[in-house]
């Protein structure tokens, strides 16, 4: 269960053994890192866009953004829904048993330089540029958050990096960091995150010496 699962970036205890019970705390006044809400989020778009998300995420933004390298974002055996007279996937946000997304770290950093252009790519706008800004606005109750981003506004969670810095990171130590301030993307897979200040903060004084 993810309740009560602690992550490196929330410097508050963790409240409680992960999996417990942990009761209903009023609307925006409590925050905890919970991968429910991003399969939610899965669902509710298949539902809009009706169509599995992978080639969603394909047409919209891989192909424009030309992506070669292969794609595959895959969903749990018994996640499936009927949509239209069709079988669909519920695909997850996250990577746990066998499912989630892989793509390539030259892919990955399409998308941060797609997010460090404010959603453009060649004049044509991929993402909505209010979408965008919005992904690095600190949510009040946890600044470290933003919408499915981490950020560093008062770089507590990465000292090098700039303070309008925003981070996608998952298991493994993979990470994209997309840093305004810098003009850069930068991406790392497999990164023991027992490094990542480290190495973020040495390419962070090269970036800045030029």
Known sequence: MDRWRQVAHDPRPAGGPKGGSRPLQTPDSYWKYNDVRINQRSLALLHLFREPLAQVMQDALLQPLGAQDPFRWEGYD??????????????????????GVTISARDLARLGQLLLDGGRHQGRALLPA??????????????????????????????????????????GGHMVWVDPDLQSVVVTRWLDPAHHATFIAMMASALRQG
Do not use: K, Y
């Open 130 to 171: 209010d979408w965008v800004r919005c992904m690095g606005q600190p949510a009040v109750i946890a600044p470290f958050d933003g919408w499915l981003v981490w950020l560093n506004p008062e770089g507590r969670l990465f000292e090098g990096a700039s303070r309008s810095a925003i981070f996608m990171q998952g298991a």
């Open 78 to 99: 018994d996640a499936w829904v009927v949509l239209d007279g069709r079988r669909l996937p519920s695909v997850p946000g996250g990577t746990h048993w066998g499912g």
